[in-house]
């Protein structure tokens, strides 16, 4: 073939080319233009479903997608709603450093979040240094076996790493990372007490004949009030936080002898601070110094009134 007509085949071939790229260029500007018809709706089925509604060729990295609104009807009844209100509306409810927990009106109890201390009460724990931990969290609420409508739980406080449960019959219950502040007996490190845990619930060592009324968790202590109104701490000592008048830890619950003449009617624990309220409405608190309310320059390890606080201010307070 003449060289000139091989050169004239090219330069048919490369405008050939260059229509098709044009055409494929205004297809794609038309795609785009603002001025392009509205898009379809979405189908009916659309609204059923929670997930954005995408047309036909787009992906989810288009940002102008928006989920359609929802009908009248779609989505979750009322009926539904209501139901599931009713179920926890006289239950309990508590959150604890990295995870929660419930308690529906048949005393059946939900926890959920991070597990890796046992705190969940499932059964499950890390049992050496080194083991993964991304399975032992429960994104949704699980159920707790032991209690329910045979053996109800009626309160539940959830601390940094171990959670406490009050049962109908007076008994207290516990389990999460090992320590005193489960008031089991167990003495141990603080490496320990990183590891491993109790991951189920196991009752906690009282005196003959105490029935617990309300329990509350700290990060490392815990506090109940008995049907008497008698207080007891237990966990870590350190900042005063127990009221015991030192700072050591207490592995098994110890009545508190700074308010023994008083009849205490709630107590709620912090990080490291302990705050109740007496049944004349006294409000009465001890632990670390910037958190106790006592205007000290030192710890406070001994419960004491909170003098600026007018008399019977907390009457009427309750908190879990």
Same mark, same amino acid.
């Given at each position: ?97 990295? %995870?929660? @927990?419930?308690?529906?009106? =048949?005393?059946?109890?939900? $926890?959920? !979040?991070? /597990? &890796?201390? #046992?705190? +969940?009460? *499932? ?97 490392? %202590?815990? @506090?109940?009030?008995?049907? =008497?109104?008698?207080?007891? $701490?237990? !966990?870590? /000592? &350190?900042? #005063?936080? +127990?009221? *015991? ?76």
């Amino acid at each position: 073939m003449p060289r000139f007509a091989k050169s004239n085949a090219k330069s048919e071939s490369s405008r050939s080319k260059a229509r098709s790229v044009s055409v494929k260029v205004k297809q794609k500007i038309a795609f785009v233009d603002p001025e392009r018809p509205e898009a379809p709706r979405p189908p009916p089925g659309a609204y059923d479903t929670y997930e954005p509604y995408l047309p036909a060729g787009s992906t989810t990295s288009n940002r102008s997608t928006r989920r359609p609104r929802r009908t009248p009807g779609s989505g979750p009844t009322i009926d539904r709603i209501s139901t599931r209100v009713t179920q926890f509306a006289n239950g309990c409810v508590s959150a604890g450093g990295y %995870h929660s @927990a419930v308690i529906d009106q =048949e005393g059946c109890i939900y $926890t959920w !979040g991070s /597990g &890796e201390s #046992g705190q +969940l009460g *499932h059964g499950l724990g890390r049992h050496y240094e080194y083991e993964p931990v991304a399975n032992l969290d429960l994104l949704e609420p699980k159920k707790v076996d032991h209690f329910g409508p045979q053996y109800r739980a009626v309160q539940v406080s959830c601390g940094l790493r171990h959670t406490a449960i009050v049962a109908e019959d007076g008994v207290l219950w516990t389990f999460g990372a090992v320590g005193a502040r489960l008031g089991q007996g167990q003495e141990t490190s603080d490496r320990e007490e990183q590891i491993i845990g109790v991951y189920t619930p196991n009752p906690v060592v009282v005196p003959f004949g105490v029935r617990v009324q309300q329990v509350a968790c700290g990060w490392e %202590h815990s @506090a109940f009030i008995c049907e =008497e109104g008698k207080l007891f $701490t237990w !966990g870590r /000592g &350190e900042n #005063g936080r +127990l009221g *015991h008048g030192n700072l050591d830890d207490v592995t098994i619950p110890r009545q508190v002898q700074s308010v023994a003449a008083l009849k205490m009617a709630t107590i709620c624990t912090g990080a490291a601070i302990t705050v109740g309220i007496s049944e004349t409405g006294d409000v009465y608190s001890c632990g670390v110094k910037e958190s106790c309310g006592q205007c000290t320059g030192s710890d406070v390890n001994k419960f004491q009134a909170i003098s600026n606080l007018e008399q019977g201010a907390g009457a009427a307070s309750f908190c879990n």
